[in-house]
């Protein structure tokens, strides 16, 4: 999605940490979404941030800065099933091209 | 609950023939999105629903896909005549609220179109 950037690609280790970020160019924000895409099947809601700050659901954290256009999502102990693709979106529905996470043994 | 239902799952047609998706929301819920996603890229948006209202089809290319919500619930997505650059996964997701800032979208499986 233009003007939406995140990474690639990411590889972690199973039980460890990883941060993907999403840095966004908007003229309106209204709050931004993660969603989490396994292969070949559809997008799942993670999260949405629309107040700076950290959001914690379980394993999962999002964080989110208006003022540097800048979110992150935090994977926690990381399991073998998190391997997936993990798109931010903005509220005007558009989506970054998302980050491919694989996680290793 | 049942979730977003589509159909075709897959469908496979020659350049220049038509096809069509439809979509069936989660029951109640108001607002429908139709996506076109290629590999490894984000869901593109393509069309808009609050209830049977096209709200935003500024990406929909006019000249060859045409959408409708009749009464407000279900969708047809129409694609006339198909390009080669259509293959793509076609999404389709519902949200429960109309112009609601937080609207978690719900998707579909979506139609995995190919075309030869």
């Known amino acids: 999605g233009q003007n939406i950037d995140q990474p690639t690609e990411m590889t972690a280790t199973e039980g460890a940490i990883v941060q993907i970020n999403c840095t966004y160019q908007t003229s309106g924000f209204n709050g931004l979404f993660w969603y989490q895409q396994h292969a070949g099947e559809a997008p799942t809601f993670l999260s949405y941030?629309?107040?700076?700050g950290l959001e914690e659901k379980g394993r999962f954290s999002s964080f989110l800065s208006r003022s540097k256009g800048y979110s992150y999502l935090l994977l926690k102990e990381l399991q073998m099933k998190d391997s997936a693709s993990y798109l931010c979106a903005l509220n005007d529905m558009r989506f970054g091209a998302g980050t491919r996470l694989t996680v290793k043994p | 609950e049942a979730g977003v239902v589509q159909s075709p799952r897959y469908k496979i047609i020659e350049k220049k023939q038509p096809v069509a998706f439809w979509c069936n929301p989660i029951?109640?819920?108001?607002?429908l999105y139709w996506y076109r996603q290629n590999l490894g890229q984000g869901p593109e948006l393509l069309i808009r629903?609050?209830?049977?209202?096209?709200?935003?089809d500024s990406q929909l290319p006019k000249d060859r896909f045409s959408a409708e919500r009749l009464k407000g619930v279900d969708s047809t997505l129409k694609i006339q005549p198909a390009e080669l650059g259509d293959s793509a996964v076609y999404l389709c997701?519902?949200?429960?609220?109309?112009?609601?800032?937080?609207?978690?979208?719900?998707f579909g499986p979506g139609t995995r179109l190919t075309v030869l």
């Open positions: 941030n629309v107040l700076d």
């Open positions: 629903y609050e209830n049977e209202e096209a709200v935003d």
């Open positions: 029951s109640g819920h108001n607002t």
């Open positions: 997701a519902s949200s429960p609220r109309v112009r609601q800032v937080d609207n978690e979208q719900f």
